[in-house]
């Protein structure tokens, strides 16, 4: 039986009491509770392996199915939009305040698109992790009104050129300077397919990271104009296009939520696309694309996680089979379990 250490309990050393440091005893500080220590037998591995198999399969090709009936109409249009002039030099066009950047064109849906449609932009070599400009923004600022003048951390989008007084902007960083300010229309059937774009940010975001009482101040009033501008008459809270674009993505190729359209688009319209193309991608390389897509129960179109379950299914099917082989060819006697520690000696370490 263990014997059990007082706290208290005192070492005489030299004459001299002293407190001693042992922790005071108990079976959870000692690892001697009961505990379920299962053994491996063969049985239970091969078993073990099927059931993964026999669950995973099935599952990754349900995934599988919903990710098929997901409809999805996607159109670059950054080299679909430079009028004829500017092929050799779209730089050049995309910075001429004078050039005209509307762009129409036509899709052609295919398959049924039942409500809600969502619709994406897609930006391609845009590397929004980079940490610069991850680092480039000012979250107490975004949070409080208390906190406008907080921006620390913005350079080199904190403040207003000197000439315009050297103001705080709100909101600062380079994240929120480079918003995106591409626009779209849609019509079908002469009739306008509306871009809902209420509800197309996280909850949380709007409710903890961006503040009801902060406004818009001195934004995109400097020399240089890196993407869209504000309503300041209107509360970070309710900016939703700034919420999502505010959310970093963590490749380069990502897309991010436009709006919905709360009708159907029936098989074969013709989709007549209005593309105000505003936003500078040719300086660095960079694609834009309009997605227009469904949902599933897995959400929008993507085999990986179908793909995934059914391959660690197979290969769980495959190892139960190969053990199952090694166990019917070359049978191993299992040692006797009552010789392990822990059944010898139930109430002590071992």
Request: proline fraction near 6%.
């Amino acid at each position: 039986m263990s014997v059990e250490p007082s706290s208290s309990s005192v070492v005489v050393t030299d004459g001299q009491s002293k407190k001693s440091r042992k922790p005071k005893y108990s079976r959870f500080s000692q690892q001697e509770l009961h505990a379920w220590q299962p053994i491996l037998t063969p049985s239970w591995a091969i078993s073990i392996f099927t059931v993964i198999g026999l669950i995973f399969i099935p599952v990754g090709f349900a995934s599988l199915s919903a990710s098929e009936s997901v409809v999805e109409v996607p159109f670059r249009y950054d080299d679909e939009c430079i009028p004829p002039d500017y092929r050799t030099d779209a730089v050049a066009y995309i910075k001429d305040d004078k050039s005209n950047k509307t762009c129409t064109r036509k899709l052609n849906v295919k398959n049924k698109m039942k409500a809600p449609v969502y619709v994406y932009y897609q930006l391609d070599n845009f590397y929004q992790n980079h940490r610069r400009y991850v680092k480039s923004r000012g979250d107490k600022q975004l949070r409080s009104k208390a906190a406008e003048n907080d921006v620390s951390s913005c350079s080199p989008e904190d403040y207003t050129p000197n000439d315009l007084g050297h103001q705080p902007i709100v909101p600062c960083g380079l994240i929120a300077w480079s918003l995106f300010n591409d626009t779209y229309r849609l019509s079908s059937n002469n009739k306008d397919l509306m871009i809902n774009k209420k509800n197309i940010a996280w909850k949380s975001d709007q409710k903890a990271k961006f503040g009801s009482d902060v406004y818009p101040k001195n934004f995109q009033a400097g020399g240089l104009i890196g993407g869209a501008k504000l309503n300041e008459s209107i509360p970070l809270s309710e900016q939703e296009d700034l919420i999502v674009w505010m959310r970093t993505a963590a490749l380069p190729t990502f897309r991010k939520l436009y709006g919905k359209i709360e009708t159907d688009i029936e098989v074969k319209d013709e989709v007549m696309l209005v593309i105000e193309n505003n936003y500078n991608t040719y300086e660095f390389g960079g694609r834009k694309s309009l997605v227009l897509s469904t949902t599933s129960w897995v959400g929008g179109r993507n085999h990986f996680l179908g793909m995934a379950y059914i391959l660690i299914g197979a290969v769980s099917l495959l190892l139960a089979v190969v053990f199952l082989l090694l166990y019917v060819r070359q049978p191993r006697p299992l040692g006797d379990p009552s010789y392990l520690s822990w059944n010898r000696n139930p109430g002590s370490l071992g």
